[in-house]
Nanobody
Framework: QVQLVESGGGLVQAGGSLRLSCAAS????????MAWFRQAPGKEREFVAH????????NYRNSVKGRFTISRDNAKNTVYLQMNNLKSEDTATYYC????????????????????WGQGTQVTVSS
């Protein structure tokens, strides 16, 4: 059983930055593809960023490319999401997910393919 705990959310002004962390326990972290998703009130959970198990491949939704960076530290069992130049439309609850599934280059991960989720961390961007 894998447990994921997100942290780092908060209230920030537009143009500001936040760094989210997701600490994993249980399982073998280095075997898991990891991803960040987000969900705004009344909307479906949407893909934000993905990183492969070996960190050799990353993928982002178009609207965050050039602003967000996903990374991982397998020695610390942690995945990060550095978010710069935040916009009001980035406001949402951010969740990290893990799966042993690998994704093809360019494939957009679907939330249903992830086995474990954290409890979420709220990001609010004021304009």
């Amino acid at each position: 059983q894998v447990q994921l705990v997100e942290s780092g959310g908060g209230l920030v002004q537009a143009g500001g930055s936040l760094r989210l962390s997701c600490a994993a326990s249980g399982g073998t972290f280095s075997r898991y593809s990891m991803a960040w998703f987000r969900q705004a009130p009344g909307k479906e959970r949407e893909f934000v960023a993905h990183i492969s198990a070996s960190a050799s491949y990353t993928n982002y939704r178009n609207s965050v490319k050039g602003r967000f960076t996903i990374s991982r530290d397998n020695a610390k069992n942690t995945v990060y999401l550095q978010m710069n130049n935040l916009k009001s439309e980035d406001t949402a609850t951010y969740y990290c997910g893990s799966t042993e599934r690998a994704f093809r280059i360019g494939q957009v991960p679907d939330p249903s393919t992830f086995d474990y989720w954290g409890q979420g961390t709220q990001v609010t961007v004021s304009s």
